[in-house]
T-cell receptor, first 118, second 112 residues
Framework: EAGVAQSPRYKIIEKRQSVAFWCNPISGHATLYWYQQILGQGPKLLIQFQNNGVVDDSQLPKDRFSAERLKGVDSTLKIQPAKLEDSAVYLCASSYRPSGGVNTGELFFGEGSRLTVL | AQSVSQHNHHVILSEAASLELGCNYS??????LFWYVQYPGQHLQLLLKYFSGDPLVKGIKGFEAEFIKSKFSFNLRKPSVQWSDTAEYFC??????????FGQGTELSVKP
């Protein structure tokens, strides 16, 4: 079974530039998550999708971050303009959630996209 | 606000030593609890999980964790660590709606 695919693996940009990350979840996984992991900290949820709808984006800095999941499959996370404090690893994860059921909680993570903002 | 707290930031052990990593959560409702592990250069993966039933759960590679509801704790244990257990360990709790919240992580270094 193919895992969660993310690209690019590494990105270096200057502040105020823009960047986009792409994620393709495991086939059949309805729930998709974007997490931000700053060095020395645990992953912080940015946004959660159920199919192509947003379930939770309460911690997404909406003035600069945006995410979409068109057609309920792959997803893109964009940062524009980037700030120094956005330097982090951006993790995409997916999970299987039966229709009307409860998320079992097992998230499958991609390898992450490491962003460095200079 | 719901949160997960891990007691140790960095733990250093010798091989064959016993391991216990602390985890406390603050959430008043029904919780499902997890430990994830991230080996160097690899992605996060599930180590073990607790949903209900026996509060002592066993995971992969000889790890186990005990859920103590009265203490809001879910500590991870292993009787005898190996060098290959060197990794970062994250405790997590899933809230209603499927939101997974992580602790800050504990880095474990095992000396051969």
């Amino acid at each position: 079974e193919a895992g969660v695919a993310q690209s690019p693996r590494y990105k270096i940009i200057e502040k105020r530039q823009s960047v986009a990350f792409w994620c393709n979840p495991i086939s059949g996984h309805a729930t998709l998550y974007w997490y931000q992991q700053i060095l020395g900290q645990g992953p912080k949820l940015l946004i959660q999708f159920q199919n192509n709808g947003v379930v939770d984006d309460s911690q997404l800095p909406k003035d600069r971050f945006s995410a979409e999941r068109l057609k309920g499959v792959d997803s893109t996370l964009k940062i524009q303009p980037a700030k120094l404090e956005d330097s982090a690893v951006y993790l995409c994860a997916s999970s299987y959630r039966p229709s009307g059921g409860v998320n079992t909680g097992e998230l499958f993570f991609g390898e992450g996209s490491r962003l460095t903002v200079l | 606000a719901q949160s997960v707290s891990q007691h140790n930031h960095h733990v250093i052990l010798s091989e064959a030593a016993s391991l216990e990593l602390g985890c406390n959560y603050s959430y008043g409702g029904t919780v499902n609890l997890f430990w994830y592990v991230q080996y160097p250069g690899q992605h996060l993966q599930l180590l073990l999980k607790y949903f209900s039933g026996d509060p002592l759960v066993k995971g992969i590679k000889g790890f186990e964790a005990e859920f103590i509801k009265s203490k809001f704790s879910f500590n991870l244990r292993k009787p005898s660590v190996q060098w290959s257990d060197t990794a970062e360990y994250f405790c997590a709790v899933i809230l209603q709606g499927g939101k997974l919240i992580f602790g800050q992580g504990t880095e474990l270094s095992v000396k051969p």
